[in-house]
């Protein structure tokens, strides 16, 4: 079966999805995920890629990054995914594949579902039933999106930005997002296109990929839209 495609444009945001070989753990301890995000702070900054969203979880890792060049995903994931091989190798004493296979990606259209993008990602924990609320979940951008905290990683969106005047408005207008239950034909947009690798927006932006990469993208949606359970979340 031939590899999908797979897309990058400098400037436009991407949701990545990188899962652990037959759905195994890629994570078993809290120094785990913090050499991970190490190796992706650091790659990001050799690759000049902005990291907007994201979320560890024991078996797979979800992205939503902005490159400046390109080739910056691809060279970021796969600069991230050697040092990690290698530091779990070493550690737990085994060998062989980590990763499954390549990772998948999809170009997402800013103007409607970048922040839709941000919040399936940070509330993924939530969805898996580790956690009642996102902001208990400690690998993810959600503290740092939502409650400004620190992290070395997170850079925000042009899109966040407009939230509010200041950090404080929108950290409060960030966690009203999360307050909304997310429409479930935009859930299963973004499913989609991860899965396909290929972009996820409306008719327009889509075009626009299309004259950018100078090349027709085909498209095949399948499934029913899932139902979301509200989502509790801090003032």
């Known amino acids: 079966m031939p590899r999908k495609p797979r897309y990058y444009l400098p400037g436009v945001p991407c949701h990545v999805i990188q899962r652990g070989h037959n759905r195994e ?18 790659a990001c900054l050799k690759h000049d890629v902005a990291v907007h969203a994201y979320v560890l979880m024991t078996n797979h890792v979800h992205l939503l990054i902005t490159p400046a060049e390109q080739d910056g995903v691809s060279r970021v994931l796969q600069t991230v995914g050697r040092r990690y091989v290698q530091y779990v190798n070493a550690s737990y004493r085994r060998s062989g594949t980590l990763w499954e296979g390549r990772h998948k990606a999809s170009l997402i259209d800013t103007e409607y579902y970048l922040m839709t993008c941000y919040r399936y990602i940070e ?4 969805r898996a039933g580790m956690v009642r609320r996102p902001a208990d979940y400690p690998w993810s951008s959600f503290q740092a999106n939502a409650y400004g905290r620190e992290d070395h990683l997170t850079q925000p969106h042009d899109v966040y930005l407009t939230l509010g005047a200041n950090d404080n408005d929108r950290e409060k207008a960030y966690r009203n997002l999360f307050r909304q239950v997310p429409e479930p034909v935009d859930l299963q947009s973004l499913r989609i296109g991860i899965n396909l690798c290929v972009p996820v927006g409306k008719e327009r932006f889509k075009a626009q990929i299309e004259r950018r990469l100078q090349q027709r993208i085909s498209y095949k949606q399948r499934g029913r839209p899932r139902k979301e359970p509200p989502i509790e979340v801090d003032s």
């Open 123 to 126: 509330l993924n924990p939530v």
């Open 25 to 42: 753990p890629c994570f078993s301890a809290p120094e785990d995920f913090r050499y991970y995000l190490q190796c992706l702070r650091e």
